[in-house]
């Protein structure tokens, strides 16, 4: 009995020594998250995005983005690495560029060129002939680590989210997995960059960003809309800022949308002035009553992966005008169209796009 005594001892030693000191790579930083608001108000649950329609994409999974480009064909960023293009009912497909990293956002140039924000490669541009050339991917001599979402200005220049300087999909398993690390850390090192294709110059438009995610700009061109995903909210910021620290109080930047019922991810302009914000996850209780308690949040990462507190897939996307005006909100309480990150909006169609869907599901209007 004393012995079977000893050894339950230690194995409760051993269990406390390992959850208190075993090393993790996040070093969690306390900060104050406001009361979840829930599916209230402008955001009651409805099914609205419920029973999509889908456009098969074979193996392929994960239509993180999708854009209608000039030529009227359909492209679409997938989990593989792949671009692929196709009609927009799905037919023809093809794999238009696999750039050997994972493209998350993307736009086109006034060129016709395909402007890619590469989680791993960084922003690359791809040419109608399918030639991939690197545009940039450095800042001041320091690494873009996770290009996420991008946008072509009308005079070209163009506006890049680094999601984080602390964690590269490249070193931390892939975009997901770095992502989770980033927002359970909160150490707030997502910014937003612009790179000049006529000097070649790259630089910081802001930062202090916790997972600087999604963007859009005004209709002027005078302003980036701008998902903050680790604080659940929607900046409006200056394209005229220099290095600004959003952390600190300034007229050039602004919460547009806080405290938002999940994490916000990508950011699309629709029609008629509409903006449209893919919520890739509702929020959980468990994570904001951590927020204030770095250590519980360290121990989060020692237990086994399945006893993270990953949130539910919900399916939920919404529409906003340019002076923060709720116009639109589709959900879907069942989740079966896992991490919807965006919308991508036609005359008669609206796509939505996943991180992880098998498919790219979609809505007649």
């Known amino acids: 009995m004393k012995k079977a005594a ?25 900060w104050n998250a406001n009361t979840a608001p829930g599916y209230a108000g402008a955001h009651a649950v409805n099914t609205r995005l419920a029973g999509l329609q889908m456009i ?26 792949n671009i692929l293009r196709m009609n927009p009912d799905g037919s023809a497909q093809e794999v238009f560029a696999n750039t050997g990293g994972r493209v998350l956002g993307f736009d086109f140039d006034a060129a016709g060129q395909l402007i890619a924000a590469d989680a791993v490669k960084g922003l690359l541009s791809i040419g109608p002939d399918r030639k991939i050339r690197l545009l940039t991917d450095k800042v001041g001599g320091d690494p873009i680590r996770y290009a996420d979402a991008v946008i072509v200005a009308g005079n070209g220049k163009i506006y890049v989210s680094d999601a984080s300087t602390r964690f590269a999909p490249a070193a931390w398993g892939g975009t997901f997995e770095a992502s ?30 916790g ?19 680790g604080k659940y909210r929607v900046w409006k910021i200056s394209v005229d800022a220099s290095n600004l620290n959003v952390t600190q109080p ?72 340019e002076d923060g005006k709720i116009v639109a909100d589709l959900q879907d309480p069942s989740g079966a169209y896992p991490e919807t990150t965006g919308v991508t909006e036609t005359p008669d169609r ?16």
């Open 6 to 30: 000893w050894i339950v001892v230690l194995m409760v030693a051993a269990a406390g020594a390992y959850l208190s000191g075993w090393p993790v790579p996040i070093e969690p930083v306390s």
């Open 56 to 81: 098969s994409l074979g193996a392929e999974e994960g239509p993180e983005h999708v854009v209608v480009a000039r030529d009227g064909k359909l492209y679409a960023t997938v989990a593989s690495g």
């Open 180 to 209: 989770v690390l980033d927002i359970l850390e909160q150490s707030s090192t997502g910014r937003i960059l612009e790179y000049d294709p006529a000097t070649r110059a790259t630089r910081v438009v802001a930062r202090g960003l």
């Open 211 to 229: 997972f600087a995610n999604g963007v859009a700009l005004s209709q002027d061109g005078r302003f980036l809309f701008v998902s903050e995903t």
């Open 250 to 321: 300034n007229p050039q930047a602004s919460v547009l949308l806080d405290n938002l019922p999940g994490y916000p991810d990508n950011l699309m302009r629709g029609l008629d002035g509409r903006i449209w914000l893919g919520l890739a996850k509702p929020r959980n209780p468990t994570i904001d009553k951590l927020a204030d308690q770095p250590f519980l949040r360290k121990l989060t990462l020692r237990l086994p992966r399945a006893m993270w507190p990953i949130p539910p897939s919900y399916g939920h996307v919404m529409a906003f005008t």
């Open 350 to 365: 609206l796509y939505i796009q996943s991180l992880h869907a098998k498919g790219l599901g979609w809505l007649a209007k």
